[in-house]
Protein backbone atom coordinates (compact mmCIF):
# COMPACT_ATOMS: atom_id res chain seq x y z
CA UNK A 1 0.00 0.00 0.00
CA UNK A 2 1.49 3.43 -0.99
CA UNK A 3 2.31 6.26 1.79
CA UNK A 4 -0.96 8.16 0.66
CA UNK A 5 -3.71 5.40 0.46
CA UNK A 6 -2.48 4.28 3.72
CA UNK A 7 -3.63 7.59 5.23
CA UNK A 8 -6.14 7.63 3.54
CA UNK A 9 -7.15 5.02 5.14
CA UNK A 10 -5.88 5.35 8.34
CA UNK A 11 -8.72 8.83 8.18
CA UNK A 12 -11.24 6.82 6.67
CA UNK A 13 -10.78 4.17 9.96
CA UNK A 14 -11.16 6.90 12.55
CA UNK A 15 -14.22 8.23 10.81
CA UNK A 16 -15.09 4.50 10.92
CA UNK A 17 -15.04 4.40 14.33
CA UNK A 18 -16.67 7.79 15.17
CA UNK A 19 -19.51 6.16 13.87
CA UNK A 20 -19.70 3.51 15.91
CA UNK A 21 -21.52 2.67 19.30
CA UNK A 22 -19.43 1.92 22.60
CA UNK A 23 -20.00 -1.60 21.76
CA UNK A 24 -17.90 -0.92 18.50
CA UNK A 25 -20.92 -1.81 15.90
CA UNK A 26 -22.00 1.05 13.32
CA UNK A 27 -25.11 2.25 14.33
CA UNK A 28 -27.42 1.18 12.14
CA UNK A 29 -29.94 3.46 10.04
CA UNK A 30 -33.46 3.53 10.78
CA UNK A 31 -35.22 0.35 9.61
CA UNK A 32 -37.45 0.31 6.64
CA UNK A 33 -40.50 -1.74 5.30
CA UNK A 34 -39.29 -4.69 4.67
CA UNK A 35 -38.47 -5.24 0.44
CA UNK A 36 -38.67 -1.31 0.07
CA UNK A 37 -34.97 -1.00 0.30
CA UNK A 38 -31.78 -2.69 -0.87
CA UNK A 39 -28.66 -2.32 1.99
CA UNK A 40 -25.97 -3.62 -0.05
CA UNK A 41 -22.28 -4.45 1.87
CA UNK A 42 -19.12 -5.27 -0.02
CA UNK A 43 -16.67 -6.85 1.29
CA UNK A 44 -12.83 -6.97 -0.13
CA UNK A 45 -9.70 -5.10 -0.70
CA UNK A 46 -8.53 -2.57 -2.94
CA UNK A 47 -11.02 -4.28 -5.40
CA UNK A 48 -13.78 -2.47 -3.40
CA UNK A 49 -12.67 0.85 -3.98
CA UNK A 50 -11.72 0.72 -7.67
CA UNK A 51 -8.36 1.09 -7.36
CA UNK A 52 -7.13 0.60 -11.03
CA UNK A 53 -10.19 2.59 -12.47
CA UNK A 54 -10.50 5.87 -13.69
CA UNK A 55 -12.13 7.08 -10.74
CA UNK A 56 -11.35 4.69 -7.83
CA UNK A 57 -12.22 6.20 -4.09
CA UNK A 58 -11.08 6.46 -0.90
CA UNK A 59 -11.98 3.54 2.13
CA UNK A 60 -15.75 3.80 3.36
CA UNK A 61 -16.28 7.14 1.30
CA UNK A 62 -19.96 7.13 -0.66
CA UNK A 63 -17.94 8.00 -3.60
CA UNK A 64 -21.18 7.43 -6.03
CA UNK A 65 -19.59 7.76 -9.40
CA UNK A 66 -17.01 5.46 -8.77
CA UNK A 67 -15.80 3.24 -11.78
CA UNK A 68 -14.86 -0.12 -9.38
CA UNK A 69 -17.76 -2.91 -9.73
CA UNK A 70 -18.53 -1.98 -6.56
CA UNK A 71 -19.57 1.75 -7.44
CA UNK A 72 -21.58 0.49 -10.40
CA UNK A 73 -23.47 -2.46 -8.94
CA UNK A 74 -25.11 0.01 -6.57
CA UNK A 75 -25.93 2.50 -9.24
CA UNK A 76 -27.06 -1.10 -11.20
CA UNK A 77 -29.32 -1.62 -7.78
CA UNK A 78 -31.04 1.18 -8.05
CA UNK A 79 -32.09 1.06 -11.78
CA UNK A 80 -34.70 -1.95 -9.97
CA UNK A 81 -36.57 1.21 -8.88
CA UNK A 82 -35.75 0.60 -4.86
CA UNK A 83 -34.29 3.00 -2.85
CA UNK A 84 -30.33 1.52 -2.28
CA UNK A 85 -28.43 2.03 0.87
CA UNK A 86 -24.63 1.06 0.66
CA UNK A 87 -22.20 0.33 3.17
CA UNK A 88 -18.68 -0.54 1.60
CA UNK A 89 -16.34 -2.29 4.06
CA UNK A 90 -13.35 -2.51 1.78
CA UNK A 91 -9.75 -2.18 3.10
CA UNK A 92 -6.87 -1.52 0.36
CA UNK A 93 -4.23 -4.12 1.58
CA UNK A 94 -6.22 -6.06 3.68
CA UNK A 95 -6.19 -10.43 3.33
CA UNK A 96 -8.95 -12.49 4.63
CA UNK A 97 -8.13 -13.91 8.18
CA UNK A 98 -5.01 -13.41 10.57
CA UNK A 99 -3.62 -16.75 9.31
CA UNK A 100 -2.46 -14.71 5.96
CA UNK A 101 -1.70 -11.62 8.28
CA UNK A 102 0.70 -13.60 10.15
CA UNK A 103 2.11 -15.94 7.04
CA UNK A 104 2.98 -12.67 5.52
CA UNK A 105 5.14 -11.41 8.34
CA UNK A 106 7.03 -14.58 8.68
CA UNK A 107 7.78 -14.22 4.97
CA UNK A 108 9.19 -10.95 5.22
CA UNK A 109 6.21 -9.49 4.03
CA UNK A 110 4.53 -7.69 6.57
CA UNK A 111 0.70 -6.05 5.96
CA UNK A 112 0.61 -3.16 6.90
CA UNK A 113 -1.57 -3.23 10.46
CA UNK A 114 -3.96 -0.72 8.68
CA UNK A 115 -5.20 -2.89 6.50
CA UNK A 116 -5.44 -6.05 8.99
CA UNK A 117 -8.18 -8.81 7.36
CA UNK A 118 -11.92 -8.96 6.79
CA UNK A 119 -12.49 -11.19 9.46
CA UNK A 120 -11.23 -8.68 12.47
CA UNK A 121 -11.73 -5.49 10.77
CA UNK A 122 -14.64 -5.65 8.13
CA UNK A 123 -16.98 -8.62 9.42
CA UNK A 124 -17.95 -6.84 13.07
CA UNK A 125 -18.92 -3.85 11.23
CA UNK A 126 -21.14 -5.44 8.92
CA UNK A 127 -24.82 -4.11 9.63
CA UNK A 128 -27.75 -5.66 10.71
CA UNK A 129 -29.95 -3.99 7.71
CA UNK A 130 -27.74 -5.69 4.90
CA UNK A 131 -30.01 -7.29 2.33
CA UNK A 132 -27.16 -8.11 -0.47
CA UNK A 133 -23.66 -8.66 0.33
CA UNK A 134 -20.41 -8.92 -2.39
CA UNK A 135 -17.07 -11.48 -0.84
CA UNK A 136 -13.96 -10.58 -3.53
CA UNK A 137 -11.44 -12.47 -1.30
CA UNK A 138 -8.14 -13.65 -2.22
CA UNK A 139 -5.98 -11.72 -4.42
CA UNK A 140 -3.57 -10.17 -1.56
CA UNK A 141 -4.07 -13.55 0.03
CA UNK A 142 -2.66 -15.42 -3.38
CA UNK A 143 0.36 -13.36 -3.27
CA UNK A 144 1.28 -14.13 0.48
CA UNK A 145 0.95 -17.72 0.08
CA UNK A 146 2.96 -18.03 -3.62
CA UNK A 147 5.72 -15.98 -2.08
CA UNK A 148 5.68 -17.88 1.54
CA UNK A 149 5.71 -21.18 -0.37
CA UNK A 150 8.45 -19.98 -2.24
CA UNK A 151 10.57 -18.59 1.19
CA UNK A 152 9.00 -21.39 3.30
CA UNK A 153 7.86 -24.81 1.58
CA UNK A 154 11.18 -26.53 1.37
CA UNK A 155 11.07 -29.82 -0.27
CA UNK A 156 7.38 -29.82 -0.38
CA UNK A 157 6.08 -26.74 -1.67
CA UNK A 158 2.94 -27.99 -3.00
CA UNK A 159 1.87 -29.48 0.00
CA UNK A 160 2.95 -26.40 1.87
CA UNK A 161 0.74 -24.58 -0.54
CA UNK A 162 -2.29 -26.86 -0.29
CA UNK A 163 -1.95 -26.66 3.68
CA UNK A 164 -2.02 -22.66 3.37
CA UNK A 165 -5.22 -23.11 0.80
CA UNK A 166 -6.96 -25.65 3.01
CA UNK A 167 -6.32 -23.02 6.27
CA UNK A 168 -7.96 -20.32 4.16
CA UNK A 169 -10.97 -22.15 3.23
CA UNK A 170 -11.85 -22.63 6.79
CA UNK A 171 -11.40 -19.02 7.38
CA UNK A 172 -13.60 -18.12 4.65
CA UNK A 173 -16.47 -20.72 6.17
CA UNK A 174 -15.70 -18.40 9.17
CA UNK A 175 -16.33 -15.21 7.48
CA UNK A 176 -19.51 -15.97 5.63
CA UNK A 177 -20.82 -17.60 8.97
CA UNK A 178 -19.92 -14.16 11.07
CA UNK A 179 -21.45 -12.40 8.31
CA UNK A 180 -24.59 -14.79 8.60
CA UNK A 181 -24.93 -13.99 12.61
CA UNK A 182 -25.03 -10.41 11.81
CA UNK A 183 -27.43 -10.01 8.70
CA UNK A 184 -29.31 -13.59 9.09
CA UNK A 185 -31.63 -12.67 6.01
CA UNK A 186 -28.83 -11.10 3.50
CA UNK A 187 -28.15 -12.87 0.11
CA UNK A 188 -24.12 -13.52 -0.29
CA UNK A 189 -22.75 -13.06 -3.40
CA UNK A 190 -18.78 -14.50 -3.51
CA UNK A 191 -16.84 -13.92 -7.16
CA UNK A 192 -13.59 -16.67 -7.05
CA UNK A 193 -10.71 -15.71 -8.37
CA UNK A 194 -9.19 -15.37 -12.20
CA UNK A 195 -6.05 -17.53 -12.51
CA UNK A 196 -3.59 -14.76 -11.64
CA UNK A 197 -0.91 -17.28 -13.15
CA UNK A 198 -1.99 -15.45 -16.46
CA UNK A 199 -2.09 -11.83 -15.05
CA UNK A 200 -0.03 -9.69 -16.91
CA UNK A 201 1.92 -8.82 -13.59
CA UNK A 202 3.14 -11.92 -13.66
CA UNK A 203 3.99 -12.68 -17.55
CA UNK A 204 7.42 -12.41 -17.21
CA UNK A 205 7.89 -14.60 -14.03
CA UNK A 206 9.38 -18.09 -15.13
CA UNK A 207 6.98 -21.28 -15.76
CA UNK A 208 7.63 -22.40 -12.23
CA UNK A 209 6.66 -19.58 -10.80
CA UNK A 210 2.83 -19.05 -13.26
CA UNK A 211 2.61 -22.89 -12.02
CA UNK A 212 2.92 -22.59 -8.04
CA UNK A 213 0.52 -19.71 -8.51
CA UNK A 214 -1.81 -21.49 -10.38
CA UNK A 215 -1.85 -23.67 -7.95
CA UNK A 216 -2.58 -21.26 -4.75
CA UNK A 217 -5.51 -19.44 -7.13
CA UNK A 218 -6.87 -22.39 -8.27
CA UNK A 219 -7.37 -23.75 -5.02
CA UNK A 220 -8.47 -20.29 -3.12
CA UNK A 221 -11.25 -20.24 -5.80
CA UNK A 222 -12.26 -24.04 -5.18
CA UNK A 223 -12.93 -23.03 -1.73
CA UNK A 224 -14.50 -20.19 -2.95
CA UNK A 225 -16.89 -22.73 -5.34
CA UNK A 226 -17.49 -24.53 -1.99
CA UNK A 227 -19.41 -21.73 -0.76
CA UNK A 228 -22.18 -22.63 -3.05
CA UNK A 229 -23.25 -25.65 -0.29
CA UNK A 230 -23.59 -22.59 2.22
CA UNK A 231 -25.75 -21.14 0.27
CA UNK A 232 -23.97 -18.59 -1.35
CA UNK A 233 -24.40 -17.42 -4.98
CA UNK A 234 -20.75 -17.84 -6.87
CA UNK A 235 -19.84 -15.89 -9.34
CA UNK A 236 -17.22 -17.59 -11.91
CA UNK A 237 -14.19 -15.17 -12.40
CA UNK A 238 -12.11 -18.09 -12.79
CA UNK A 239 -13.54 -19.51 -16.57
CA UNK A 240 -14.30 -15.61 -17.81
CA UNK A 241 -11.84 -15.65 -20.73
CA UNK A 242 -12.39 -11.42 -20.84
CA UNK A 243 -10.56 -11.76 -17.34
CA UNK A 244 -7.42 -12.82 -19.11
CA UNK A 245 -7.02 -10.05 -21.67
CA UNK A 246 -4.12 -7.28 -20.69
CA UNK A 247 -6.59 -4.56 -22.08
CA UNK A 248 -9.05 -5.36 -18.90
CA UNK A 249 -6.29 -4.48 -16.27
CA UNK A 250 -4.57 -1.25 -15.06
CA UNK A 251 -1.33 -0.52 -15.85
CA UNK A 252 -0.03 -2.76 -12.62
CA UNK A 253 -1.50 -5.81 -14.30
CA UNK A 254 -2.88 -6.86 -11.21
CA UNK A 255 -5.84 -4.63 -10.58
CA UNK A 256 -8.78 -4.48 -13.17
CA UNK A 257 -9.25 -1.34 -15.07
CA UNK A 258 -12.57 -0.01 -16.17
CA UNK A 259 -13.21 -2.53 -18.52
CA UNK A 260 -12.19 -5.37 -16.02
CA UNK A 261 -14.32 -4.31 -13.30
CA UNK A 262 -17.21 -3.79 -15.99
CA UNK A 263 -17.08 -7.38 -16.39
CA UNK A 264 -16.74 -8.23 -12.65
CA UNK A 265 -19.80 -6.01 -12.92
CA UNK A 266 -21.91 -8.09 -15.71
CA UNK A 267 -21.02 -11.45 -13.51
CA UNK A 268 -22.16 -10.29 -10.58
CA UNK A 269 -25.25 -8.62 -11.09
CA UNK A 270 -27.79 -11.36 -11.55
CA UNK A 271 -26.43 -13.30 -8.85
CA UNK A 272 -26.87 -10.21 -6.35
CA UNK A 273 -29.75 -8.27 -7.82
CA UNK A 274 -32.19 -11.31 -8.85
CA UNK A 275 -30.72 -14.50 -7.07
CA UNK A 276 -29.77 -16.10 -10.28
CA UNK A 277 -26.55 -17.81 -10.93
CA UNK A 278 -24.88 -20.53 -13.60
CA UNK A 279 -22.68 -22.84 -10.86
CA UNK A 280 -18.69 -22.03 -11.28
CA UNK A 281 -17.17 -24.74 -13.76
CA UNK A 282 -14.74 -27.26 -12.81
CA UNK A 283 -13.20 -27.89 -15.87
CA UNK A 284 -12.36 -25.13 -17.83
CA UNK A 285 -9.15 -23.59 -19.51
CA UNK A 286 -8.24 -20.96 -17.77
CA UNK A 287 -7.59 -23.69 -14.65
CA UNK A 288 -5.13 -25.13 -16.27
CA UNK A 289 -3.19 -23.06 -18.13
CA UNK A 290 0.48 -23.89 -16.77
CA UNK A 291 2.48 -27.14 -16.48
Not at 88 to 95: A, D, E, K, R
Request: charged fraction near 15%.
Amino acid sequence: MTRNLATATLIALASLVTACNKLGIPTDPTPTEPGSTIFYTAIGASDGIGFGGSSPCLPFADCPTGTGYVQTLRRRLGETGRTVNHQNLSIPGSVLSKAVFDLAASAGRPIDQLAGNFIEREAPFVSTSTTHLTIFAGGNDANTIAFAARSQGGADVNGFVDAQVRQWGTDLEDLVARIRVRAPNARIVALNLPNLAASPYLAGNPTVEKSLMQRVAVGLSDRVNALTARNVLVVDLMCDARLYLPSNYAADGFHPNDGGYAVFTELTLPALRDGTNRAPSTNCAQRSQFP
